[in-house]
């Protein structure tokens, strides 16, 4: 009954079969989930969706913080042949309501602190059921009262191909309204299977997972590689650097996967020293580039970084820097996954040579087949052979390291030279003091434009124009230098972390 459903939706019943008393999951104080007993719980929840009416293609959206019904409700979802929208929980409701709206969703399962923003989020026009984890009331039962009541049994999988939608994850975008990037089967499957040979995922690996499972980085390279290998994951609600460092150390965690923020705010805890990371083995960083500072926290430990680059329509991996290469190649984002392809094209659609700068396009089976609901963006984002255009820029070595220069809307044009961000944002996050850090182009009569670098810096720091201008000077152009350093409290940020550049340019450009 199994065999012919080749989606993700068979992955725990096969997994019951192969190792059904292994630990799946560790959450709250310790409480473990077996295999079997993950298997089992999503059965249920199958029979909960199918009684609501969701059938294949039908979406089902989940708004709520890393738990293991999150989990049972993805493998669920497919498990009926629906498909999966992941909400993320900083959300506003108008931002809720657009990818309810979008996706047509037909069911909505939500944490309960989530109720008030679920009501103002939920669309006039058809809108979805709504169904609250844990038990609810009698009156209106949760998902944990109802999947007991549920029936137990393996109904088997609907029938699923590669090619089929398994999820939307909605892209956060820094203008305009979020679009639905479309993941197959297929897509997730694969990205998982390059995780398992780039990172070298074994079955006795134990995976703390601190980022929220609503980012598609979180879903298809820390949660999907896990469960494909039959590894244990140790779901934590949210990110807490102290208890994140008693997790480690108790429950003998060797993979870590975050952003250079989660690194350094671990390395900064007190109890950082003391902890024993002797286990860890396997720590994976995206979003930007690590900073040395980082690098030489961690390094004397014991420790170092697979470094990777990639986006949500690539499931999301594009590239990963093995941890041998960290120094040799620090700044760059490594060589791309196995089963993935990267060039680098210029404003004509030609592929240019080892050490130019173009935009990074992107090939492969994890390389999503389009937006939901918009033909016009997705014929758009490919090329004329089925690349996908990133809208970043970068360059790859003679190694076939990859190196991004930025997005191709944020490099600057000053006195004919181009200047790309990322360059200059790795060596500001050197800067003893500088936590984050974004370089944009401001309006100059004489050169067009030229560079300001907008900081948010520690507590007690000094961070000034010429501290900043001192320490690069010699390691970039003199041209790149920016002109100005502001300091600011925050920056912005779209939903997944991204830096948003229109608003700063807005602000600081005019």
Known sequence: ???????????????????????????????????????????????????????????????????????????????????????????????????????????????????????????????????????????RPGLTRLTRAADAGHPGPAPTGPDDPAAIVYTSGTTGRAKGAVLTHGNLTW??????????????????????????????????????????????????????????????????????????????????????????????????????????????????????????????????????????????????????????????????PAGEVGQIEVAGPNVFPGYHGLPAATAEAFTADGWFRSGDLGRLDDDGCLHVSGRLKDMIISGGENIYPAEIELLLGEIDGVVSAAVIGVPDDRWGEVPWAVVTVREGARVDTAVVRAHLDGRIARYKLPRNVVIVDELPRTASGKVRKTQLRARFAG
């Open 1 to 139: 009954m199994l065999m012919h459903q080749h989606g993700i939706g068979a992955w725990v019943a096969r997994r019951r079969l192969r190792s059904p008393d292994k630990v799946a999951l560790v959450h709250g104080a310790d409480a473990t989930v077996t295999y079997a007993q993950f298997a089992d719980a999503v059965d249920r929840v199958s029979a909960v969706l199918r009684g609501r009416g969701v059938g294949v293609g039908d979406a089902v959206a989940y708004l709520g913080e890393n738990s293991p019904e999150f989990l049972q409700v993805m493998f669920g979802v497919a498990q009926v042949g629906a498909v999966f929208v992941p909400v993320n929980t900083r959300l506003a409701p108008p931002e809720v309501g657009h990818l309810l709206t979008d996706s047509a969703a037909r069911v909505l399962i939500h944490d309960p602190e989530f109720a008030a923003p679920v009501a103002a989020a939920l669309p006039a026009a058809r809108p979805p059921q709504t169904v609250v984890t844990g038990e609810g009331t009698p009156q």
């Open 191 to 352: 990205v998982a299977l390059n995780c398992v040979v780039d990172y070298d995922v074994v079955s006795t690996d134990v995976a703390l997972m601190i980022s929220p499972l609503f980012h598609v980085a979180s879903l298809g390279m820390g949660a999907l590689p896990v469960i494909l290998k039959g590894a244990t994951m140790v779901v934590e609600r949210g990110f807490e650097p102290g208890r994140a460092l008693a997790q480690i150390a108790r429950h003998r965690v060797t993979m870590l996967s975050g952003v250079p923020t989660t690194y350094q705010l671990l390395a900064d805890h007190p109890d950082w020293a003391t902890t024993d990371l002797s286990t860890l083995a396997k720590l994976t960083c995206g979003g930007s580039a690590v900073p040395t500072r980082i690098l030489d926290a961690y390094e004397a430990r014991g420790l170092s970084f697979s470094q990777g680059y990639g986006m949500t329509e690539a499931s999301p991996g594009v590239t990963a820097l093995p941890p041998a290469m960290t120094r040799a190649k620090q700044g760059s984002v490594g060589l791309p996954h196995f089963f993935t392809d990267v060039r680098i094209t210029d404003p004509g659609g030609a592929v240019l």
